[in-house]
């Protein structure tokens, strides 16, 4: 097994693929369904560089569109979570009601040939599973399909007792995949993290690549903030297990260089009593999370200085990235 050709790390044609064939084609997270839960209530985000909504309508369906006005193509509402009883467009205030239907275009003029039910909001496809809100814009598969073994693996798990605490967005100038492969594999672990290397017996790590989602264990030792299970779903969502609680990332490319990190924190008990413990779960995940942006920046120089040639994969412990690169890779073919 050997890693990846660099030039599927820097070649902005590549990465123009990936948005259609992998990002545009998947299911992506975009937080707890507790986020809409009234009508009116919206999360506004971006897949690879396509901006997206999910909103909840006056009639209580979950409706998900390209978050595109069809007069101009201006962004409608900023990127996160909101609250709104119809859709304006910021650039010429045409408006559109929940259900992304088109209500009123002021100053428009008259246009025997216009017809404003022929021009609603592009709908793409919303889902829920487990208190989580998914949308895709042309997927290939349903949701529970794109989930794969992350169902089985997450199905004693009380997830949806889970409630959300805290947000973050985190970004670094590398490729997703640099990221990605490092995220699937415990080798760097003892040279990059060094206290989480000695907060787990590292020679039981164990890496299994399932159906569509990569699942890492290992045995924590002492008070250490995880449990010991870290997953990956096809292509880009990460999920880490805590005591009464978890994270999740969406791994979401900004550009062929640019990559930003959107993490979701949940814990089943919210209360006063247990914030502290919560903090340091959050805290500490952060902190490991940013000790891999250095390493992660200088490899996609290499890459893009031409510094580097595939190298061999480990049978023990890359067997993960070796699964991603090669679905990636055939994907892009």
């Known amino acids: 097994m050997r890693n990846l050709d660099p030039r599927f790390y820097v070649d902005p044609e590549i990465y123009r693929r990936e948005q259609e064939r992998v990002f545009w084609r998947a299911w992506q997270l975009l937080g707890p369904t507790s986020q809409v839960a ?3 209530d919206y999360v506004a985000s971006e897949i690879a560089g396509a901006k997206v909504v999910a909103i909840r309508g006056d009639d209580g369906v979950l409706r998900a569109f390209r978050n595109v006005c069809v007069h101009r193509g ?5 990127e996160g979570t909101g609250h709104c009883s119809a859709i304006q467009c910021p650039y010429h205030r045409w408006l559109y009601g929940l259900d992304g239907t088109l209500k009123r275009t002021p100053w428009f003029g008259d ?7 022929d021009w609603p909001l592009q709908q793409i496809t919303v889902g829920e599973w487990r208190g989580l809100l998914f949308v895709a814009i042309d997927p290939v598969e349903p949701l529970l399909a794109n989930l794969g073994d992350t169902v089985s693996v997450l199905a004693d798990e009380p997830i949806e007792t889970f409630q959300l605490y805290r947000t973050e967005q985190l970004v670094f100038d590398a490729n997703w995949k640099i990221y990605t492969d490092n995220f699937i594999e415990g080798y760097h672990i003892p040279g990059i993290h060094p206290s989480f290397y000695a907060a787990i017996d590292f020679e039981k790590f164990e890496t299994i690549a399932m159906d569509n989602v990569i699942k890492m264990t290992a ?3 002492d008070d250490l903030f995880y449990r010991g299970t870290w997953l990956t779903t096809w292509p880009n969502l990460t999920l880490s297990l805590f005591d009464g609680g978890m994270n999740t990332s969406r791994i979401n490319p900004i550009d062929e260089g640019r990559t930003e990190l959107l993490y979701h924190y949940y814990f089943a008990d919210l209360s006063e009593e247990t914030r502290e413990s919560r903090d340091v779960a959050v805290e500490g995940s952060l902190s490991v999370v940013r000790e891999d942006f250095g390493i992660c920046e200088i ?3 290499n ?3 031409g510094g580097y040639r595939p190298g061999p994969l480990s049978p023990r412990h890359e067997t993960g990235v070796a699964w991603f690169q090669g679905k990636l890779a055939d994907i892009l073919a």
Do not use: S, V
């Not at 201006?74 to 900023?78: F, G, N, P, T, V």
């Not at 246009?111 to 039910?117: R, T």
């Open 299 to 301: 490899t996609h120089q």
């Open 74 to 78: 201006a962004r409608l509402l900023e």
């Open 38 to 40: 009234r009508p009116g």
């Open 303 to 305: 890459y893009a200085t």
């Open 219 to 221: 045995p924590p030792k």
């Open 111 to 117: 246009d025997p040939d216009f017809d404003m039910a």
